[in-house]
């Protein structure tokens, strides 16, 4: 049976691994041969990942906090 570390660590790599592929693909739009865009867009595209990225980094602080709460 495998363990919820095990779990973790294989969905883990798997997740980080498809997310620097798409990153990557993101990365590959600022060929201007292939494709047109304004700065703006580039902002609004790269605000949006580093919003995310902040809160998913913050989910993981915030769950180890449960239930600690004291007067």
Same mark, same amino acid.
């Given at each position: 049976?495998?363990? /919820?570390?095990? /779990?973790?660590? =294989?969905? *883990?790599? +798997? %997740?980080? &691994? &498809? *997310? #620097?592929?798409?990153?990557?693909?993101?990365? &590959? #739009?600022?060929?201007? &041969?292939?494709? $047109?865009?304004? $700065? =703006? $867009?580039? !902002? @609004?595209?790269? /605000?949006?990942? @580093?919003? =995310?990225?902040?809160? *998913? $980094? *913050? %989910?993981? @602080?915030? !769950?180890? +906090? +449960?239930?600690?709460?004291?007067?």
């Amino acid at each position: 049976m495998e363990t /919820k570390r095990e /779990k973790f660590k =294989e969905l *883990a790599e +798997k %997740r980080v &691994n &498809n *997310a #620097l592929k798409n990153i990557q693909l993101i990365g &590959n #739009l600022s060929n201007t &041969n292939n494709y $047109e865009y304004s $700065e =703006e $867009e580039v !902002s @609004k595209i790269f /605000k949006t990942l @580093k919003e =995310e990225l902040q809160t *998913a $980094e *913050a %989910r993981f @602080k915030i !769950s180890g +906090k +449960k239930g600690k709460f004291k007067l």
